[in-house]
């Protein structure tokens, strides 16, 4: 779309995927965080760009944070998705299920561990377990690419800095959110992390008032709000000026 775009001259907006940080600062309200985790990464099964999808927590709350998110994980109803009651529906289609797959498979030969789902369902759809894996590292294929379905990979950090340096080792830079009670410390973190929008204490959501967009292979551009309309618009520029005329009177 890009290059046809360029052809013609024509401006473009590329909103593209992500693989967005959740961050878990050793401060953060536990509580709070793993039910964000819950709701960032499996609404819609896990598939948005704006999903959360990679969890870096710092070494010293890992394990509570990690034990509350498996909990709450374990409570989802996967089922038919037309039904009210239902938390996990299907995968858009069988190639998104065998990525998925093979995804995990993967991270699990390189070390990886399941805590929690890890397998297809068997029965009619394209139907995933929402699933936790732990001692992930950057270099695994759930860290780098964008995982499009209900999984969770964990990766433990020794320090907040060395979070936010995971964080950014990632060809993508959509969305990212951080969780702290410290609001000094997360504006600092916040302007230091490589992506578009980051949310403190929340996962991200498209919000019309705020602009949205990614940096590095996340695309370029901004949608909604005011920068959204003017990325749309050629902005003309026209000056005036003023020539004086002096008129002597004469008496």
Not at 78 to 102: E, M
Not at 193 to 214: A, K, L, T, Y
Not at 216 to 230: I, N
Request: proline share 3%.
């Amino acid at each position: 779309m890009a290059e046809r775009a360029t052809s013609q001259v024509k401006k473009t907006v590329l909103e593209l995927g992500g693989s967005d940080p959740f961050i878990v600062c050793e401060d953060a309200d536990i509580e709070k965080a793993s039910d964000g985790a819950v709701k960032g990464r499996f609404i819609n099964c896990g598939q948005s760009c704006i999903a959360s999808k990679r969890f870096i927590v710092v070494k010293n709350i890992a394990n509570r944070f990690i034990e509350m998110f498996v909990q709450k994980t374990e409570k989802l109803k996967l089922d038919d998705p037309l039904s009210d009651d239902t938390d996990i529906g299907p995968l858009v289609n069988a190639s998104g299920l065998r990525t998925i797959d093979s995804q995990v498979k993967d991270s699990v030969k390189e070390g990886a561990e399941v805590l929690i789902g890890g397998e297809q369902v068997k029965r009619k759809g394209y139907f995933y377990k929402p699933t936790i894996i732990k001692n992930v590292t950057s270099k695994m294929r759930v860290a780098q690419e964008e995982v499009f379905g209900p999984v969770a990979p964990i990766i433990v950090a020794g320090d907040e800095m060395e979070a936010i340096k995971l964080a950014n080792d990632s060809q993508y830079g959509l969305g990212a959110s951080i969780w702290t009670q410290d609001l000094d410390k997360a504006e600092r973190l916040s302007s230091i992390v490589e992506s578009g929008i980051v949310s403190v204490n929340n996962v991200v959501i498209s919000d019309p008032r705020i602009p949205f967009g990614g940096v590095k292979k996340s695309g370029f551009g901004r949608e909604l709000s005011r920068y959204g309309m003017l990325e749309f618009v050629n902005i003309k520029s026209v000056r005036f000026y003023d020539q004086l005329v002096h008129i002597h009177h004469v008496e």
